[in-house]
């Protein structure tokens, strides 16, 4: 604190009540292929019902990244999803079907056409690239000749003709306000042709009105900030409009379209899916790359194929350390006549024998029922796997294995593609791939929790690894609080004293079994003081999980006292 110039009482408020904080640990992450929604994007889903909104319901070509998203769902309700597009073929529709849009996502559109008028495209554009974007309509009325506006043909969703704002009106303008209606033409959306999607009333023609609460009434704006389904691109084309709407209110009488011939009613079209590529994929994946910008925890692979599952392995894992990739083998190595071969060639040759503990590999795909299209799916297992772990960590712990009976239980099989029998669980185990059975009573199971890490370590079982990522994410928060203080005693005993607690209640929720905290001046040295740095060594016993039972029936005779035989067996 300063130095005081005379006599006088200064309080001054020292916070020294800093804890570890609590880490997120069941948070998704998945990139890949939708009909709908921003591409090269996160966005948060919480529900199935959240990713069909955002995202699309599923087709053919969508199915597998939908369901790998659901079936996580199923176990948590946080997953980050980024729609992987085609740049080269995937377009947007517009009202003037020009083939030549495409708009990723929302910051796209504010950077390159909200601030501009795009007279190619015409007045609107579908909020999201696709072929389901052709399913649009947009009809617009601007007249406030009340007769002529009951023949409109969705008059009956307001309440009046538009007319002039009370906005325009206390600036002496008048004739500013419009109603937008957008429209399910084709039934691609809900499912039924001609269904009103989403409904403006009484939006106004000035750029600077207001409503009653004071947002901007300007309709280009109320499209931006609320509608699911279009952007604004340009006015509308019709006769002497375009010239006056979007121009500031005061003292503006602002023009109407003049008859019911002229309303502004247009279906858009242009849109087109095409199909993504690994690369793209990948880029999908990228974006999840930098840790202080996204926090993830469990990042699903769906269907990708090799090229992409490593991408998520060695560029967004090994990258961020804090989050783990979970892996399937392709559908045609479960289905072949050979299955644990393919499965262990796979993960040999297609994944470079990859090792690493920041990876999950599983042993196969799932048989379930698509309620969306009334048929049934094969869908790989990643998602569910990395499901159950967001299960574990509900019921119990991220240091919890999420394998067998009491945690692992798979949703939603109705078969599996693979079923290794006892020989083929011993080949895939020590190959790093974690089985996935049915038994008989009991469901359908993970019954494996190793990592892909090749070496034997303790870091080759999933709670391990969660363990310490845990611990790492924790503390790292933690220890924030001590950059650009002094490296003295205090500051020192300051971080063990927010470290121990912390490490004390991992211990007693059984986490780890013993742990000590250096930070002190055997490895805070003269020479690392002096390069300013601080350096706290953490080290921790993990508790480990059981992976092999025996259990010994021993029969005696009659005679024989259990004291004579315990042990010697």
């Known amino acids: 604190m300063a130095f005081q110039l005379s006599p006088g009482v200064v309080t001054s408020e020292i916070d020294l009540t800093t804890v570890v904080p609590s880490t997120g640990t069941t948070t998704g992450a998945f990139a890949g292929i939708f009909q709908w929604g921003p591409a090269e994007l996160a966005r948060q889903v919480e529900n199935e019902v959240r990713l069909v909104e955002f995202f699309g319901k599923p087709d053919n070509n969508t199915a597998v990244s939908f369901f790998t998203c659901a079936n996580f769902l199923t176990y948590g309700n946080d997953l980050r999803v980024v729609r992987a597009v085609n740049g080269s073929n995937t377009r947007t529709a517009t009202s ?110 000035a750029s600077d009105a207001k409503d009653s609460v004071g947002n901007s009434n300007y309709y280009k704006d109320v499209l931006w900030r609320k509608s699911k389904y279009i952007y604004w691109m340009d006015h509308p084309d019709a006769a002497n409009t375009s010239a006056t709407w979007g121009t500031i209110a005061a003292g503006k009488t602002f023009a109407q379209i003049a008859n019911v011939a002229a309303i502004h009613t247009v279906s858009l079209s242009g849109g087109a899916d095409g199909f993504p590529v690994a690369a793209n994929v990948q880029t999908g994946y990228s974006k999840f790359i930098d840790s202080d910008q996204i926090d993830v925890s469990l990042v699903m692979t769906g ?128 190959n790093g791939v974690n089985p996935v059975v049915s038994f008989a009573g009991e469901g359908t199971l993970l019954f494996g929790d190793k990592t892909m890490l090749s070496k034997p370590s303790a870091f080759d079982r999933i709670n391990v690894r969660r363990l310490f990522i845990t611990l790492e994410k924790a503390i790292a928060r933690a220890a924030k609080a001590q950059l650009f203080e002094f490296n003295d005693e205090f500051t020192r005993s300051q971080f063990v004293s927010i470290v121990e607690p912390f490490l004390r209640t991992v211990k007693g929720r059984r986490g780890i079994t013993d742990f000590r905290v250096v930070c002190d001046s055997t490895n805070n040295t003269s020479d690392v003081i002096d390069r300013n740095e601080f350096i706290g060594d953490i080290y921790v016993k993990p508790n480990r999980s059981i992976n092999f039972i025996q259990l010994n029936f021993v029969a005696v005779r009659t005679g024989v006292s259990f004291d004579e035989v315990v042990g010697r067996f």
């Open 303 to 430: 269907d990708a194929n090799a090229q992409v599952q490593l991408y998520a392995i060695n560029s967004v894992a090994e990258v961020r350390k804090d989050c783990v990739v979970f892996v399937s083998p392709t559908l045609a190595n479960v289905t072949s006549s050979t299955p644990t071969d393919d499965v262990i060639n796979y993960r040999k040759n297609a994944l470079s024998n990859v090792s690493s503990s920041y990876a999950v590999m599983d042993s196969g795909w799932k048989y379930q029922y698509d309620k969306y299209n009334d048929k049934y799916r094969w869908i790989p297992l990643n998602g569910d796997v990395a499901g159950l772990c967001v299960r574990t960590d509900l019921e119990r712990d991220s240091w919890y294995s999420p394998a067998g009976a009491s945690r692992g239980q798979i949703k939603n099989v109705i078969k599996l593609a693979y079923y290794p029998v006892k020989a083929d669980r011993d080949t895939l185990y020590k």
């Open 96 to 205: 003037s079907g020009n083939t030549s849009f495409l708009i990723k996502n929302e910051d796209e559109y504010f950077t390159s056409y909200y601030s501009s008028n795009t007279a190619n495209s015409g007045a609107w554009a579908a909020r999201y690239a696709g072929a389901l974007g052709n399913s649009l309509k947009v009809s617009v009325w601007a007249n406030t000749d009340a007769t002529a506006f009951n023949s409109w043909a969705y008059k009956n969703y307001f309440d009046s003709a538009p007319g002039t704002s009370a906005f325009v009106s206390n600036v002496s303008g008048a004739n500013d306000e419009l109603h937008i209606v957008v429209v399910d033409e084709d039934g691609l959306f809900t499912g039924t042709s001609g269904t009103v999607l989403e409904t403006y009333p009484f939006v106004s023609k």
